[in-house]
């Protein structure tokens, strides 16, 4: 099975700073790759799929690179709504797999 | 507007079985892949089973391959997943989730279900 490793597991930002989440995978998954924020007490929302792909209605702030093994979330300006955990997410193949978890704080 | 709503969730005890469904509205159910995802209290998220558009394939996590069953009703607009041997690790909020077209990343996710595992 795939394992899909995020990194940091948190962090702290002021608000209008630039942040980067990151994501490898243990094996080549093409451009496969989700992106969603999970706000406390939330549902998930999807942000990016196909690595690098906005979903509709997400904020142009957020966007997505890579391919194979390794992926990055940024964030352009953090703004105090995008206190959250972000979660990163393999579809190339089953067992489908999620990364642990990203949580982001304003300091 | 896309509307998923779980039910059946509840406590059960260990070594039972529940099953739970999902009412879809507001989209095309039988053109599109449809997941169960869980999440632990506390904890990340876990993909748990897909099933594709005409339920013709069905794929599954590991640690539920085996004990639960993933189906769906086209005629009905209903996703329903049955789970047996239940214990405490399946203890979580269990949501019902529409994949985008093209792949399993998930665009619409229902409120969830919560199921509990516990004498």
């Known amino acids: 099975d795939i394992q899909m490793t995020q990194s940091p597991s948190s962090l702290s930002a002021s608000v209008g700073d630039r942040v980067t989440v990151t994501c490898r995978a243990s094996?080549?998954?093409?451009?496969?790759l989700a992106w969603y924020q999970q706000k406390p007490g939330k549902v998930p929302k999807l942000l990016i799929y196909?690595?690098?792909t906005p979903q509709s209605g997400v904020p142009s702030r957020f966007s997505g690179s890579g391919s194979e093994t390794d992926f990055t979330l940024t964030i352009n300006s953090l703004q105090p709504e995008d206190v959250a955990t972000y979660y990163c997410?393999?579809?190339?193949?089953?067992?489908?797999?999620f990364g642990g978890g990203t949580k982001v704080e304003i300091k | 507007e896309v509307h998923l709503v779980e039910s059946g969730g509840g406590l059960v005890q260990p070594g039972g079985s529940l099953r739970l469904s999902c009412a879809a509205s507001?989209?095309?159910?039988?053109?599109?892949?449809m997941g169960w995802v869980r999440q632990a209290p506390g904890k990340g998220l876990e993909w748990v089973s897909d099933?594709?558009?005409?339920?013709?394939?069905?794929y599954y996590a590991d640690p539920v391959k085996g004990r639960f069953t993933i189906s769906r009703d086209n005629s009905k607009n209903t996703l329903d997943l049955q789970m047996s041997s239940l214990g405490a690790a399946d203890t979580a909020v269990y949501y019902c989730?529409?994949?985008?077209?093209?792949?399993?990343?998930?665009?619409?996710w229902g409120q969830g279900t919560l199921v509990t595992v516990s004498s």
């Open positions: 094996q080549g998954i093409r451009n496969y």
């Open positions: 507001g989209f095309s159910f039988s053109s599109y892949t």
């Open positions: 989730a529409k994949a985008l077209s093209g792949g399993s990343s998930y665009s619409d």
């Open positions: 196909a690595a690098s």
């Open positions: 099933i594709s558009e005409s339920g013709g394939r069905t």
């Open positions: 997410q393999n579809y190339d193949n089953a067992p489908l797999t």
